[in-house]
Nanobody, 120 residues
Framework: QVQLVESGGGLVQAGGSLRLSCAAS????????MGWYRQAPGKQRELVAT???????NYIDRVKGRFTISRDNSKNTMYLQMNSLRPEDTAVYYC??????????????WGQGTQVTVSS
């Protein structure tokens, strides 16, 4: 009953910018922690950034200073502003969230992913 849908991925040149969005819908009572993950070909999925329901953020060192995570609780939407993109940022980016529904306790959900490709 809960879906996460990412959008905003695409092909950009090195140094360019993209803004990813993650829209949550369904039987949502509240959304707690949210985060962006990414998975490059042949590599394990890794955490990129997290944001709590109150807006506290954390980033991995490789994106700190270049990426900004944010959320709009009124729209049940999370964003990832990516600047100064590098080829090594190329990956499928996934939205993740802890969501409390009206029928069950909090569960973890994943989006389907959106492809980000950065050319050199």
């Amino acid at each position: 009953q809960v879906q996460l849908v990412e959008s905003g991925g695409g092909l950009v040149q090195a140094g360019g910018s993209l803004r990813l969005s993650c829209a949550a819908s369904g039987s949502i009572f509240s959304i707690n922690d949210m985060g962006w993950y990414r998975q490059a070909p042949g590599k394990q999925r890794e955490l990129v950034a997290t944001i709590t329901s109150r807006g506290s953020t954390n980033y991995i060192d490789r994106v700190k200073g270049r990426f900004t995570i944010s959320r709009d609780n009124s729209k049940n939407t999370m964003y990832l502003q990516m600047n100064s993109l590098r080829p090594e940022d190329t990956a499928v980016y996934y939205c993740n969230a802890d969501v409390a529904t009206y029928y069950r306790t909090t569960s973890n959900y994943w989006g389907q992913g959106t492809q980000v490709t950065v050319s050199s």
